[in-house]
């Protein structure tokens, strides 16, 4: 469809008419704009089998967002300290992963399953395991900082090479870019299912193993021992999210085809990877969209980890942490079909702007801490969570052919755009999470304590209230200025897909 005619000779033939040559032009653009028509269209099954693929990494995130933080400090009992450097290593190898991600799929070539699909097939089994035995509480104590250490950077490390070429396949799926973002919002509404899934299915297993009954009015300061079946909780929910790896593949390697391009052989090698990384950080709109959603999401993380902390040692929530939970989770879900149509209607800067709801309402919950307050806040938290993940998806495949558009000789760089993207955030996650995690240290945090200090109690008051606070606003106040990269019209797209090589993803 894409392929281009390519001049010859002149043959020895009678040359047709002006008339007859415009009527023929005419009949053959006619044709080719409804191929290309139907080429960008993409079917129902298509995208939900898309959407589908990327479940369980939401999956096992929702879980360990929500829940690792509260495992490691009262469960498996490691001091702060200890769990600071567990959630900061996990993060940074996720994150240094990507660019390697980048490099190795740069290298590798295409087979009958494509390019990117062996990637995502081939780290579903490790990936797994790795999250499986991440909630295996071992039967030694001193070595249980480096036994989770080294199976969280096992874990973010394979799931950044799940979900690089798994990300990057939006851009395989189809030229049109109405088709992307379509196929964008089934992405993360199933993903936005799939994190439901996995706060609600993880948290109902494990909720014996905490609540109210844990700490008795007449229980004194200091630790209190694990539930006797905390162990087995956790090992029940581990093994629940792990299934979902293989199933959800499995919908994904049989509903999903990579589209190829036409005007280059599928072993073609293009830009190599260190210079396309080079290309791309010195592209504006790219630099404004990493910067600013580098604030957004690690606003996002922090909210997420201390929720559950703060519900249980800074108010009187710790029975309400699943309805909350299940709140922010069901609205974001509900809403991200809603901020799809708000984002074609009104823009993608307009829609940014509903991420602020939730800057006031996070204050109010560390201020006044009651039920009403907090199912409220709960309520709007999803609503700007859903538009925060949705956004950013949404703009990178603009800015990816902004920058093709820019240069015409440019080979496609869809996965260094992506990995180094996702890397940054992770690596501002990381510092987001371990900085905050060694604040509970300093302010003396007791693991499996039932009751913390009144600094302890602050401390989580601020990581709630403040401190996404101001992320949101640097965030936001960053994304605002300056113009946005345009959408390429149809013969754009169509000149799009016959240049771009696709040799990196």
């Known amino acids: ?48 089998c898309y959407g589908i693929g990327g479940v369980p990494n939401q999956v096992a995130s929702s879980a360990i967002a929500f829940y690792l933080q509260l495992f490691l400090l009262d469960v498996a009992q490691i001091p702060a300290a200890q769990v600071s450097l567990v959630l900061f290593g996990g993060k940074v190898s996720g994150a240094a992963a990507d660019p390697l991600a980048g490099f190795l799929i740069n290298r590798s070539r295409r087979t009958g399953s494509g390019r990117l699909m062996p990637w995502v097939l081939g780290c579903m089994p490790f990936i797994a395991l790795a999250y499986f035995f991440l909630w295996f509480l071992p039967p030694f104590i001193t070595l249980r900082g480096l036994w989770y250490t080294t199976l969280y950077c ?11 070429p798994y990300t990057a396949l939006t851009m395989l799926l189809t030229p049109n870019p109405k088709e992307r973002d379509s196929a964008t919002a089934y992405r993360m509404t199933l993903e936005m299912a799939g994190t439901l899934m996995g706060a ?5 297993i494990v909720s014996g193993a905490h609540g109210s009954h844990r700490c008795k009015e007449d229980t004194l300061p200091g630790e209190v021992a694990v539930s006797p079946n905390a162990t087995r909780l956790y090992f029940i929910a ?6 979902t790896y293989p199933v959800c593949s499995t919908f994904l390697y049989l509903g999903v085809k990579e589209r190829t391009d036409p005007s280059t052989p599928a072993s073609g090698q293009g830009l190599g990877f260190l210079a396309g ?16 959603f580098l604030f957004i999401s690690a606003a996002v993380q922090v909210e997420q980890s201390y929720l559950v902390l703060f519900c249980t040692h800074a108010s009187q929530l710790q029975d309400h942490v699943q309805g909350m939970v299940l709140t922010i989770l069901v609205s974001a879900v509900l809403s991200t079909p809603m901020w799809e149509w708000v984002l074609q209607r009104f823009g993608k800067r307009m829609s940014a702007l509903g991420i602020c709801a939730m ?15 907090a199912y409220v806040v709960a309520f709007v938290s999803g609503l700007s969570i859903a538009v925060s993940l949705l956004l950013p998806w949404s703009m990178l495949p603009d800015v990816v052919d902004d920058f093709q558009l820019q240069h015409q000789h440019g080979p496609g760089l869809e996965t260094i755009f992506y990995s180094s993207y996702v890397f ?7 510092g987001a999470l371990g900085i905050s995690t060694l604040s509970l240290d300093f302010a003396g945090y007791e693991s499996g304590a039932c009751r913390q200090s009144e600094q302890v109690v602050v401390t989580l008051k601020v990581l709630i209230g403040a401190v996404p606070t101001s992320m949101i606003l640097i965030g936001l106040c960053i994304l605002m200025v300056g113009p946005t990269p345009k959408v390429p019209s149809r013969a754009n797209s169509r000149s799009l897909g016959r240049r771009t090589s696709y040799t990196l993803a």
């Open 200 to 204: 609600t299915v993880h948290g109902l």
């Open 424 to 430: 940054f955030t992770k690596l501002s996650g990381a």
């Open 154 to 164: 096992l874990f973010q490390g394979l799931a950044t090479f799940f979900q690089v």
């Open 277 to 292: 990384l080079g290309l791309t950080v010195r592209h504006q709109p790219y630099l404004k969209l990493v910067i600013s």
């Open 238 to 243: 581990s093994a629940v999210v792990a299934l």
């Open 359 to 373: 800057v006031p309402f996070a204050i109010l919950l560390a201020a006044v801490p009651t039920v009403p307050v």
């Open 1 to 48: 469809v894409y392929r281009e005619a390519i001049p010859g000779p002149a043959l020895e033939t009678p040359s047709p008419s002006p008339e007859a040559h415009t009527s023929a032009q005419g009949s053959v653009s006619a044709q080719r704009g409804r191929a290309d028509s139907g080429a960008g269209h993409l079917s129902f099954y298509r995208k939900l």
